[in-house]
């Protein structure tokens, strides 16, 4: 493959992505990602061709399908690498970047809803394919991908329990052979209502195909298990809501910030997420400080803490 004016994104990145992926540790993943993300909207454009417009369009795109600021940035910073290159062999400017903004990501920042505003999610959430398993997500602030690893046994609808497996890094745990973290967490009487009607369906789907019986709390249409949320419903839940940088993660800060405002117990919060240090919990604890008065209750709450 020789590189022409006439050659495009897509073949580009092929003739290219060994030169632009040699630094990454996974560079299996980020060209997965690429593959996915970045090549569908603007892979069949002419190298020549692609405009700031172009790029900018494929951020935004990105964002309102529901990836993370930390993936955009991921695909921007390879897209950057890819022209840089184009610039060496001629094909572009380098000045095509000039307009395209950074995407700023703070893995520190933990978000809170209004109660308008968690009122338009739930609302939001009515309109989409699977609206117990959202709501779920705001009520109980569990993990969108641990919510989707349950089964129907791991309900007890005596006990108000749901049983949670998870595993704190996929890929070094499965490299390590690790066992999954399983903890069992309380539910409130209305997440046991969202659990038991999303098990109805299921048993309702399971007559219906017999062959594809699930044991799966929630799936597909074809019985499969879910594996994330649906681009289309992300796009609806942002437009019906009026929230358009809406995440499902801030759904567990939302949960998570507004039980320390509660006064629930860190330890308590620690051990129901499943989290192994105190570096997420403490976020939510600065979150959900503005001031001076609530910074020193929280360090009071704290001294308490330790001592136990």
């Given at each position: 493959m020789?590189?022409?004016?006439?050659?495009?994104?897509?073949?580009?990145?092929?003739?290219?992505k060994d030169s632009v992926l040699k630094f990454y540790c996974r560079p299996d993943i980020y060209e997965k990602y690429?593959?996915?993300?970045?090549?569908?909207?603007?892979?069949?454009?002419?190298?020549?061709d692609v405009s700031a417009s172009d790029l900018e369009r494929a951020v935004r795109n990105m964002l309102s399908s529901g990836n993370s600021k930390y993936k955009v940035s991921m695909m921007c910073a390879l897209i950057r690498k890819l022209?840089?290159?184009?610039a060496s062999d001629?094909?572009?400017?380098?000045d095509i970047f000039n307009g395209l903004k950074p995407i700023v990501v703070d893995k520190s920042e933990k978000r809170i809803f209004s109660h308008e505003q968690e009122?338009?999610?739930?609302?939001?959430?009515?309109?989409?394919?699977?609206?117990?398993l959202y709501t779920?997500?705001?009520?109980?602030?569990?993990?969108?991908?641990?919510?989707?690893?349950?089964?129907?046994?791991?309900y007890s609808k005596d006990n108000k329990t749901l049983t949670i497996s998870r595993r704190a890094n996929q890929y070094y745990a499965k490299a390590r052979n690790a066992k999954a973290n399983v903890r069992t967490v309380p539910l409130s009487k209305i997440s046991c209502k969202l659990v038991e009607v999303a098990i109805n369906k299921q048993r309702e789907k399971n007559k219906n195909f017999p062959d594809h019986e699930s044991n799966f709390i929630f799936t597909d249409i074809y019985n499969n298990r879910l594996q994330r949320i649906y681009p289309e419903d992300y796009k609806l839940i942002r437009e019906s809501s009026g929230i358009y940088d809406f995440?499902?993660?801030d759904l567990m800060s939302n949960f998570g910030i507004n039980a320390l405002k509660y006064k629930v117990n860190p330890i308590v919060l620690k051990r129901y997420y499943g989290y192994k240090t105190d570096y997420n919990v403490n976020l939510?604890?600065?979150?959900?400080h503005n001031n001076m008065k609530d910074i020193q209750a929280s360090d009071d709450y704290y001294r308490e803490l330790a001592k136990q």
């Open positions: 020789f590189v022409t004016v006439y050659i495009t994104v897509a073949d580009y990145w092929k003739l290219k690429f593959t996915q993300c970045m090549l569908p909207e603007i892979g069949m454009i002419k190298v020549t022209f840089h290159q184009a001629r094909l572009v400017n380098e009122v338009k999610l739930l609302r939001a959430f009515q309109l989409t394919k699977y609206p117990e779920l997500c705001m009520f109980t602030g569990l993990q969108f991908s641990s919510l989707l690893e349950c089964q129907i046994n791991d995440y499902l993660i939510f604890a600065l979150a959900c």
